[in-house]
């Protein structure tokens, strides 16, 4: 699955996606299960599980909502070329069929030519 756009692009839309999920859905689901080991009794469960589970879901919010999206958008795969070239050939016969039905005015009410549903699929 491939994305669209530069780097730092994907990496916002995947923070915006998904960054709502993972904070909600994962952090705070896991924090609340591992705050109950703060009050155990045991000084075992206290100074052992709830510090480390703390910490580990403390460092895994941290890495996955602001390191691993800010090494993305400096080091990660470029944009294809490709695809910037297909979306500007796009853009570009748009903007001539829009400037030639602008020009012959007759986008408002006429159908289209055979050849320009043609240039369109």
Known sequence: M??????EERAKKALGEMGSTVLVGITF??????????FASSTLFKLYYFRMYLFIIILGAFNGLMVLPVLLSLIGPDADVNEILQD?????L???????????????????SEQDRQLLM
């Open 94 to 112: 748009i903007s001539e069929l829009i400037a030639r039905y602008q020009k012959r005015k007759k986008y408002d009410n006429k159908v289209p």
């Open 2 to 7: 491939k994305q669209q756009g530069t780097r």
């Open 29 to 38: 689901t896991k924090f609340i299960g591992v705050i109950v080991l703060a």
């Open 88 to 92: 500007y050939k796009h853009h570009k």
